[in-house]
Every structure is written in C-alpha cells, then in structure tokens.
C-alpha cells in the first residue's frame, strides 16, 4: 500500500509539469473536432505490416495514443482498466489502435521486437501497434498526452476526443469510462452524449 501511495504521488506531481508541456507543444498541432473526417494515415506496425485508417473503413475504431515510460499509461495498464476496455471493444468487432508517437532516441521510442514485448507483457489486447516515430498521425490529430484517446464512428468521423476517464489517479478494472461510454452510444445507435473531454498524462514526446 504504501509503495502504490508513493506511486500515484509521483504521478500526481508530474501533473503541473505534463500540462505545461502539452501547452507549450500544442502551437505546432493540427486539432480535428469531432464531427470531423479522421485524417487517414499509414504507418508501421508492430506486426511488420503498415496500416492504413482506411483499411478498417465501415467500422468503429478507437486511437490510443500511449507510451512505455508514461506513469499515466502504466497506471491504466496495471489497474486493468484499458486491456478490459480493448475486451469489449474486439468483442463488438470495434478496431483498436494504439500508437506510439516517438522517434529514435525518445525514452518512449520502441523497435518492432520491443512492441511485440510490450504487448506481451502488459496483455494488450489490439488490433495493432504502430510506431508513428516521425510523429505525422499524432500531430495531424493534434494528440497531446499519453493517454489520449479518439474514437471514430464507421462513417469515418470523429465521434471522441480526449481522456480515457475522470480519474487520472486510480480506478478500478471495469470501471464505467468516457470512451467505455462512447462506444456504448455507438452500440446503441445514439449520438455520443459526450463527444470531448480535456485530456491528461504525459506530454507527447515529438
């Protein structure tokens, strides 16, 4: 219990310093409403195959931005809470892609073998893993944070935008989520009752 305290403090500290970060990059991003076409894009994955957003076209993707080194993503991964959210995403046939946005030399660039390694070890459960290393897909939809999330709707609009949840510090596997939620519109052939929320986490490494 108390080596999980000293964790989510250092996270909570990182806070003040991730924002301010995210701010001063931000200048540089492109930022897509929901509502709008999600910019196609093509890049490596972890599986050695290049993937195009049009190669999943008719169906509901979700775009998670994430990173090795990023407490936020390591805490959603280690509280089960994203791996539950990719079960039920591939059980209703939704695609989701997580991408990596750092280039060689970043503490959170990772080689093919090491996507594969993460992968395995945290139990992600994804349709693919790209490496966007050159940084085109994260600025073109203004990613900020790690994590970060989008959802595009099977007409290839954005349908969400921004945080997995309202809990940057802790929750629980299975917990109800912003994006849990969108997807559950989308399911349920609604409108998502809330189509963008703020981010948070650790600054996009470009």
């Not at 290393?133 to 994260?138: L, N, P, S, Y």
């Amino acid at each position: 219990m108390a080596a999980r305290a000293r964790s989510l403090a250092r996270v909570a500290a990182l806070a003040v310093v991730v924002f301010a970060a995210c701010s001063a990059s931000a200048q540089s991003l492109s930022h897509i409403d929901p509502g709008a076409p999600a910019p196609d894009f093509a890049a490596p994955g972890a599986d050695g195959r290049v993937h195009h957003l049009s190669d999943y076209a008719g169906k509901i993707v979700v775009l998670e931005w994430t990173s090795p080194v990023c407490p936020y993503t390591a805490l959603k991964y280690r509280d089960g809470e994203m791996q539950a959210l990719q079960k039920r995403a591939a059980a209703d046939g939704v695609v989701w892609i997580s991408i990596d946005t750092a280039p060689p030399g970043r503490p959170g660039y990772l080689a093919p073998a090491a996507m594969r390694t993460r992968m395995a070890a945290i139990g992600m459960r994804v349709t693919a893993f790209l490496s966007d290393a050159d940084g085109r897909i994260g600025r073109a939809y203004g990613a900020k944070t790690t994590p970060q999330l989008y959802v595009v709707g099977r007409d290839g609009r954005l349908v969400y935008e921004g945080a997995i949840d309202d809990n940057p510090s802790q929750t629980a596997p299975g917990a109800s989520t912003f994006v849990g939620a969108a997807l559950a519109d989308l399911r349920a052939g609604k409108p998502v009752e809330t189509p963008q929320t703020r981010p948070y986490g650790c600054a996009v490494e470009y």
